[in-house]
């Protein structure tokens, strides 16, 4: 099994910067992707960032909507995964969750693992 916990969510001025953090434990050595997904008042939630192997090494996937303003990174040692977001607008105004499963994880469907959310507000 494996527990993801998000933190660093919180209330931002718009044009602010706010940096997710996903702490993971459990057996987090069967953890292929990782990744953060969002979801609004009234909305589906949907993939905003993703890491996963690939041919060459690993392969990042980032939502249009937020390409060039938020980066996600891993430390590849302790399985923590980081969502660096600038540049926020209110429309990023939802609950961040961070997500990880032995295969993929770019889907809400097929994602195994899920932490309890944290609150990103852009006012």
């Known amino acids: 099994h494996v527990q993801l916990v998000e933190s660093g969510g919180g209330l931002v001025q718009a044009g602010g910067s706010l940096r997710l953090s996903c702490a993971a434990s459990?057996?987090?050595?069967?953890?292929?992707?990782m990744g953060w997904f969002r979801q609004a008042p009234g909305k589906k939630r949907e993939g905003v960032a993703a890491?996963?192997?690939?041919?060459?090494?690993?392969?990042?996937f980032i939502l249009d909507s937020v390409k060039g303003r938020f980066t996600i990174s891993q430390d590849s040692a302790t399985k923590t995964l980081y969502l660096q977001m600038n540049s926020l607008r209110p429309n990023d105004t939802a609950m961040y969750y961070c997500?990880?499963?032995?295969?993929?994880?770019?889907?809400?469907?097929?994602?195994?693992?899920w932490g309890q959310g944290t609150q990103v507000t852009v006012s």
């Open positions: 997500a990880a499963d032995p295969a993929e994880c770019t889907q809400v469907s097929g994602t195994r693992y």
């Open positions: 459990g057996d987090t050595y069967s953890l292929q992707c």
């Open positions: 890491i996963y192997p690939g041919p060459g090494g690993g392969r990042t």
